[in-house]
Each structure stands twice: as C-alpha cells, then as structure tokens.
C-alpha cells in the first residue's frame, strides 16, 4: 500500500507573502447546505472521495480490505447513487479526478500483480496510460480538455516524478532538485500543481528531503518556494484564474497553515479558532477555497502539512476567513464533517466525514434560501446512497489521521 500512498514534494525561488483580502467573492448572506451521502461498499473499512465536476458528479473510493489483501473499489457517484469503475485486472481501483464529460483518471493494478498504473475510464471501459519506464504510475487529475496530470516511476530505479499527458506523449516534469515529484491537479489552460523534493539531503527532524510546491507549464517548471519561510509545503488544486490552494509548514515545523496563492502573493488561511493546523484542498473559480482544520500533532512524527489529528473539520474560506461546514448543516444531519476535498463553481463540495460511526465520503449542495431561514429549515439530509456486496472484515474505529498521496486525500484509520 505504501506504493499508492507515496508522497513528498520540493522548491526554490521566493513567494511574496502578504495577507490580502482577495476580492473574487461577492459580500453575500452565508448560504447553507444539504447533504449527500456518496455512496459505498457495503462493509467497506471507509470511503473517500477524490473528484468533483461542474455538474455535481462526484468520485471516490472504497477501502474494502487492508491486510492481508489489499482491495478497493473507485466509483462515479451521481445523487448518492455509485457506477462502479472497472478494473484492469487486479483486485484494486482508486478513483481521482473527473471532468465535464465524466471522464474518470485514477490508479487500477494489472492483472496478477499489485502494481498499480495510471487509468482513465470513458463510458464503462478503462484504459492503461502507460508508466515513463518505470513499473508503476497514477493519474490525479483530467482537464475539460482531457489533459491528464499524475506521477510515476521512470526507468531509473524507484523514484517518481510528475507527468503530463496532452495530444502527445507522457512527459516527465522533472524535480526541485530532489528525486522525487507528485502532481496533484491540473486546471482548464494547462498549467499543473503538485510538490518536488528540492534536494536529495534528508531533513534532520523528520528523515526526508524537504520538499515544495510547483507550478508547470509548457516545459517550465516553477518552484513556490518556501511559502512561510520554511520548507514543507505543496500545492494541491489549481483554478482556471491560476489561483492555487495548499498548504504551508510554519517556522518551527510544529503546525503548518492553509495558503491561496494569487499572482505571486501569498494569503494565509488560518485555521479556526482554538485549532492549530489547517490545509486548503481544493479552489473553485470564484476563489473559495476548502479544506480541514484541526489540532497539530506535537511533537510533529512528520511534516504538519501531511498530518492532521482528527477529529477535524471541514471547512470553506471566503475572503480569507474560515467557516466551519458543520455549522452549515442541519444540526440533525448526524454528519461530522472532516474535510473539504473539492469546491465547484456551482458551490457543491465533495469532501469526507462520518456518519453513524462509518467514514463516507459526502457532497453537499448549497441551498439558497430566505436569510429567515435557519440551517436546519434551509438544508435537508439527503441519506440516500448505494452499497454493494458486503463481504469486509469488521472494523474498530481508533484514531484519525489525514494522509496525502497521489493528489487524493485520505482520512485513515490508525
């Protein structure tokens, strides 16, 4: 499993750092939600999601089984009901980015073995995309444009590096310096995000190399920096005005902050009150970012940008402020929301969170009633969902941890 949860990232030129009141959003009454499960695999351990399109369609996958068989399903979600994705053979698919034409990239293994490799699935058939010579490959995210951004081995080792797929071949994005690049989405004109080693030389508090956000286009590879004046950072999603979302270490590497990156300067999106740590995840084109806020591990076992102690909340910022997404929700829903992956322009979220003791991944839907109105009144719990064939061991839930990882986010037992 380490294979598919693989990640790291790098960087050098310095970003501006300002806090700026950006102005993308329009003032406006706080609207509320409904929401939706995404549906499962009955008896599944947990289910994230990992996509989102302008049309509501949403992606995820299935955890069905860890140890000693490592299984799951990804899925199409569409108002709570599942289109499960096919495999390439192998016992695994991981569902990630899907575009206006519901087109699906993730990862699926080949037959026999449990190397995973890029895929993209069109009407019910899935395709291989191949590897840069290495063994294995993943895809995160497709363009409206069917532009496809992910990572894979090259043929030099074990190491990966992000690619980009367009009319022509797979090319290698290269790295920061270090040995290793994961790209984790890719917007409508091209341009791609992700994190890169920026050395090769391990980090005396966590034991890795340090890495940093990127940006890349046409061939140029664009380093973000240290974002806070440290290393550890990494951008997550890109939106069609070229704003990135993502996250940052602070000084001390103790707790990292959520970031909006607008031309070349830097807004730091602060986690809520009484919380410590927070990630920006996903960024619509009206500039809202989401994303979690939580409590810092302390001492941090590794970068804060890639751990977060859970329980969480998912959140949404709008002008550089946080709101809380639970508080948006009938208070009756029986939801906790955890996180934030994915923000639409219609203002639809596809995040995870837990519902009657289960981790499932959600969607909620903003419902633009009166300002009267309360939150409960406004937004109804839509519960309806489809499960498949139970057949997972059962499942004590511990604690919770967020884990990055071939630019989808998951939140884990652990």
Known sequence: ?????????????????????????????????????????????????????????????????????????????????????????????????????????????????RIGHASLWINGKVFDLGTLGGISSGAAAISNNEEIAGDSQISEGANFHAFFLGRGPMIDIGTLGGDNSFAFALNNRGLVTGQSDTTTVLNPLFGIPAFHGFLWSKGVLTDLGQIFGTDFNYGNDVNDRDQVAGAADLPGDQTAHAFLLNDGKIQDLAPLAGDTLSAGFGINNRGQVVGVSSLSFVPAPFPPVNNFECPCHAVIWEDGKATDLNTLIPANSGWQLFDGVLINDRGQIAGDGMINNELHAFLLTPQHGTPSRTAAAAANTDSTHTTISPDASPFVLGGLRVVRGRGRISIQPY
Do not use: W
């Open 1 to 113: 499993m380490s294979e598919l949860q693989t990640n790291r990232p790098g960087g050098a030129f310095l970003v501006t750092i300002a806090l700026l009141g950006f102005s993308a959003i329009a003032t406006r009454a706080q609207v509320t939600y409904s929401v939706t499960d995404l549906g499962s695999i009955q008896g599944s351990l947990f289910t994230d999601a990992s996509g989102l399109n302008e049309k509501g369609l949403a992606t995820g996958t299935s955890f069905i089984s860890l140890f000693p068989e490592f299984e799951t399903q990804g899925f199409v979600s569409q108002d709570g009901q599942i289109t499960l994705l096919p495999a390439l053979g192998g016992q695994f698919t991981f569902a990630a980015g899907i575009n206006s034409r519901a087109h699906v990239v993730g990862t699926a293994n080949l037959p026999g073995d």
